[in-house]
């Protein structure tokens, strides 16, 4: 039986915390959990091994009948978010189990992942980083435009992937050997250290590495 190997959480925001030498540290306080196994798929019948954790309280009647379903056989009460996170063995966990945030340790690394801010469409300055054009010279219109894009006869088109204007953020992100600077199990607490993906209330997904 493989143990748990990550939870959902939900981003609190960004403080400071002191270490050794009286040294200030950003950390960001995540809620993690409590998580309910609401599924627990195997190979036989779902072809692979997997376990579904539900996390946050949800309003009944913001529930359709097939999810109120999945739930009412989960034996538990309807969850705002589901996620599913694969094991080579799930037998060891039943519907209804609480998993809470003692499954990580101070000093662990991790992998999260969540939803950047969106942005909207912005210009290649703000999303690219681009220098832009002078401010002289007779240019008053060129401070930050992208420049050409391309050549004429070659290659006569544009490259895919071209780094141009566009919807910036709002995309799903993973950032990795995040440290686990304190965890508080009693409060569903998860200290960790810098910033990550996403704005304060957004949900996350935090993975054993």
């Known amino acids: 039986m493989d143990m748990m190997n990550g939870m959902i959480g939900r981003k609190i925001g960004m403080t400071q915390i ?39 309280e949800m309003k009944p009647d913001r529930v359709n009948k097939p999810m109120a379903g999945h739930f009412a056989a989960a034996k538990t009460s309807p969850k705002r978010v589901l996620r599913e996170f694969r094991l080579s063995d799930a037998s060891g966990f039943h519907i209804g189990q609480a998993i809470t945030a003692d499954i990580f340790k101070a000093g662990e690394l991790v992998k999260i992942t969540g939803t950047t801010k969106g942005k909207g469409t912005a210009g290649v300055v703000k999303r690219h980083g681009f220098g832009g054009g002078p401010a002289t010279h007779g240019q008053p219109d060129r401070t930050r435009r992208s420049g050409a894009i391309s050549s004429g006869s070659t290659p006569g088109r544009v490259y895919p992937g071209k780094r141009m204007a566009g919807r910036m953020g709002g995309r799903t992100f993973s950032l990795r050997n995040v440290r686990i600077e304190k965890v508080d199990a009693d409060k569903n607490l998860i200290v960790v250290v810098g910033s990550i993906p996403g704005a304060a209330d957004g949900i996350i997904t935090i993975h054993k590495q």
């Not at 960001?28 to 599924?39: H, K, M, N, W, Y």
């Open 18 to 56: 002191y270490g050794a030498g009286h040294r200030a540290i950003p950390v960001t306080l995540i809620e993690a959990g409590p998580c309910v196994v609401t599924q627990v798929k195997n190979k036989k019948r779902d072809g692979y091994e997997a376990v579904q954790l539900g996390f946050l």
